[in-house]
Each structure stands twice: as structure tokens, then as C-alpha cells.
């Protein structure tokens, strides 16, 4: 018998991917809370056949060229995979494993909360509780817009973004849609959603929400003169990627009341800092990147991930590789 693979996990993940991982390979497990650092990272894949990484793990030619030419796979533990540069992994003929699909609906229910959530003021309301302000029912008291019968615009129209409009579907609003590819009438019609160019759906939406990859064309896709198009009561969910808005211009568009909130669960920088301005506005409700932290979710994309690196390190093709293309090579 062959030595097992030497595979190098980046984090502590659900046993139900992390067990199995171990009892086939001869794994390293980062059990820190906190990512490797990258001197770390780039000294533990060397030698590896395989590297489970997560969102915070940047995968590059230095990280590739560290591991070496026998690194058979790169398996991310995510649906999005803007940390690793695939096209470099592509090159080097390395499959690159995502966890696509049974987030979905995990991510579209914490859009959902938050968008409620800003709407509806709820972290204002128990902060004002706790702070020992309650002292009388207020005709004019945390006022916000009603979700039903609004308008929803929701930018990125891939499964997420459709895992959205289902919800909003029950909350009777329109709801417009913007992505690159306008999809057919099977997918949009019994959604009731209509395709609207991008700068005509931030102007006519009372909530936006954003489900784009983060790519060189989505990074500060909203920018000031976007914010500036919006409603000044809109509010704006982003449960995509922290660069996919503009911080700066976002801060001046809350703070000077061009819009009316956010809810971030991503954010740019990520952590935020908790001096950052964004954090101590109450227009803007921040979460840190748990949109698919559920222990079902988690749990499956685990099994996902490992079920990528042990294909990958075993030769064998990627139940979900996002750059197909390395298994058309001669
Ligand atoms: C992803 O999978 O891309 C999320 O951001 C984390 O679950």
C-alpha cells in the first residue's frame, strides 16, 4: 500500500467532513480560532498532495509554488472562492473545489433577518430596551419602512439571489433583478421577478440586495454615484462580499442620509475594526460573515470539502471543481 496523502486543513471544521479527512489522509488540522498566519500557512502545505483552505486562506502562485509540483488540489470551504486565484491553479492543471448549493438557502434566510432587521430597526429597539430607555409606548418611536408590499431589487440573480425572491414572494413585494445574463422566463416568471438595468433598479428599490461573486467587474460595483441614485429611505443588504461596496462611500451615503440603512454580514476590510465609522453608525447593522452558520449548513459543506480534497488527492475528478477546464487538458 501507497503512503496516504499529506493534506493540510486550514481550520478546526465539522467532523462530518474533518473525520474523514483524517481517517484517509496524514493531515495537519490549524486548531486555532484565528487563520494561519501566512508565514505559517506557507511552510504547512509544503510537501501536501492536498490544502482544504477557507475564505480567509489566500491561495496564489507563492502559496502554489510553496506547496510544490505534487499538490493534486485545492478544495475551498465555501461557495465563494475570491481568495484563491483560479486561473493560476488552472495553469497548473490544479482543480480547485468549491461548496456550491446547499448554502443557499441558509445565506438567503440570514439576508432575509437582516433585511427585516434594518428595516424594522431591531437592534435599535433592544439596544434602546437595554440601555433602560423604554419608558412609554411612542406614536413616533422606531419608525421604519414596511417590508410588504415593497419594492425588492435583488442584484445577482444565481441560486442565492433566486433563494431571496422566494421569500419576498411571501411578503407580496416586486421584485426586480439585475445580473450579466438575463435568465429565461422559466426561471424569472414564477418568481414574478423583472430584469432591470442595474442603475434603474437602484432607483426604483426600497431594499436592495447584493449576490454577486466578487470579481475584477462586481469589486466597488456600488459606488457614491450608485448610493446616489438610491432612495434616501432604501436599505441596502449585502451578504456577498465586503468589496463589492464602496466603505467610504457607504459611510457618507448613511451618515448623510442619501440612503436610510444597511445590513452588512460582509465587509471591507474583514473583521471590520471596531473603529472603523461603518461600525458605531445605527443606520448600519453589521454581522460577522455568518451567513451560512448553521450547524446543518456547516456540516455539509465540510462533507463537501472533503469529499473534493480526497477526490482531488486520490486523482480522481472533483465532485464540484469550479475550473472544469484542468480535467479537458491533454
Ligand atoms: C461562502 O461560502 O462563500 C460564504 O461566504 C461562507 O459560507
Given at each position: 500500500m501507497g503512503e496516504r496523502p499529506r493534506v493540510f486543513v486550514a481550520r478546526v471544521l465539522p467532523a462530518a467532513g474533518l473525520?474523514?479527512?483524517?481517517?484517509?489522509?496524514e493531515a495537519r488540522v490549524w486548531d486555532d480560532e484565528l487563520p494561519p498566519p501566512r508565514d505559517e500557512l506557507l511552510r504547512a502545505v509544503e510537501g501536501?498532495?492536498?490544502i482544504l483552505t477557507l475564505l480567509t486562506d489566500r491561495v496564489d502562485a507563492e502559496l502554489l509554488d510553496r506547496a510544490g509540483p505534487q499538490l493534486k488540489v485545492v478544495s475551498n470551504y465555501a461557495v465563494g472562492f475570491d481568495n484563491v486565484d483560479v486561473d493560476e491553479c488552472t495553469r497548473r492543471g490544479i482543480p480547485v473545489g468549491n461548496t456550491p448549493g446547499v448554502l443557499t438557502e441558509t445565506t438567503a434566510d440570514l439576508a432575509w433577518a437582516l433585511l427585516m432587521a434594518a428595516a424594522r430597526r431591531i437592534v435599535e429597539g433592544a439596544d434602546y430596551v437595554r440601555a433602560g430607555r423604554?419608558?412609554?409606548?411612542?406614536?413616533?418611536?422606531l419608525l421604519g419602512p414596511d417590508v410588504h408590499g415593497a419594492t425588492l431589487g435583488i442584484v445577482g440573480f444565481g441560486r442565492i439571489g433566486q433563494a431571496v425572491a422566494r421569500r419576498a414572494q411571501g411578503f407580496g413585494m416586486t421584485i426586480l433583478y439585475h445580473d450579466p445574463v438575463r435568465l429565461p422566463d422559466e426561471v424569472t416568471q414564477p418568481l414574478g421577478a423583472e430584469y432591470a438595468e442595474?442603475?434603474?433598479?437602484?432607483a426604483r428599490c426600497d431594499f436592495v440586495s447584493l449576490h454577486v461573486?466578487?470579481?475584477d467587474e462586481t469589486r466597488g460595483l456600488v459606488d457614491a454615484p450608485r448610493l446616489a441614485r438610491m432612495k434616501p429611505t432604501a436599505v441596502l443588504v449585502n451578504t456577498a462580499r465586503g468589496p463589492v461596496v464602496d466603505p467610504v462611500a457607504l459611510h457618507a451615503a448613511l451618515r448623510d442620509g442619501v440612503i436610510g440603512a444597511a445590513a452588512l454580514d460582509v465587509t471591507d476590510p474583514e473583521p471590520i475594526p471596531v473603529d472603523d465609522p461603518l461600525v458605531s453608525l445605527p443606520n448600519c447593522l453589521i454581522v460577522p460573515h455568518i451567513a451560512s452558520a448553521t450547524p446543518a449548513t456547516r456540516g455539509k459543506m465540510a462533507e463537501?470539502?472533503?469529499?473534493?480534497?480526497l477526490a482531488g488527492v486520490r486523482g480522481e475528478r472533483l465532485p464540484n471543481p469550479v475550473n472544469p477546464e484542468v480535467y479537458e487538458r491533454p
Open positions: 473525520d474523514q479527512v483524517v481517517a484517509a489522509t501536501c498532495d492536498g423604554w419608558k412609554t409606548w411612542g406614536p413616533m418611536l442595474l442603475d434603474d433598479l437602484l461573486n466578487l470579481t463537501m470539502a472533503a469529499a473534493n480534497l
